[in-house]
Nanobody, 126 residues
Framework: QVQLVESGGGLVQAGGSLRLSCGAS????????MGWFRQAPGKEREFVAAIRWSTGTTYYADSVKGRFTISRDNAKNTVYLQMNSLKPEDTAVYYC???????????????????WGQGTQVTVSS
């Protein structure tokens, strides 16, 4: 059974940093893409970043480019989201997701991902 467990959320002041972790278990993820999404109250879930596990190729939403970095640790089966220069508008529940990786994949769409974590709250105060 696939499990994704996020950790690392919390309360931080604007301009600060947090690192989210997503521990993955239950299958081999070498042929998967891993994504981070977020959802603020009253808003739709939105794409943040994604990484192809096999190649390490990364994708980012324009709103986080230059501030967030997604990475993976093969040995630990863990994906990270390093978030720097945080803004109050980054406040949301952050979710980790996993889905099969194939040519032409749309990494930006929640529907591509089959598995989701429970989410971790990130709150940025002004």
């Amino acid at each position: 059974q696939v499990q994704l467990v996020e950790s690392g959320g919390g309360l931080v002041q604007a301009g600060g940093s947090l690192r989210l972790s997503c521990g993955a278990s239950g299958r081999t993820f070498s042929s998967y893409a891993m994504g981070w999404f977020r959802q603020a109250p009253g808003k739709e879930r939105e794409f943040v970043a994604a990484i192809r596990w096999s190649t390490g190729t990364t994708y980012y939403a324009d709103s986080v480019k230059g501030r967030f970095t997604i990475s993976r640790d093969n040995a630990k089966n863990t994906v990270y989201l390093q978030m720097n220069s945080l803004k109050p508008e980054d406040t949301a529940v952050y979710y980790c997701a996993a889905g099969p990786d194939y040519s032409g994949s749309d990494y930006y769409t929640p529907g591509k991902y089959d598995y989701w974590g429970q989410g971790t709250q990130v709150t940025v105060s002004s």
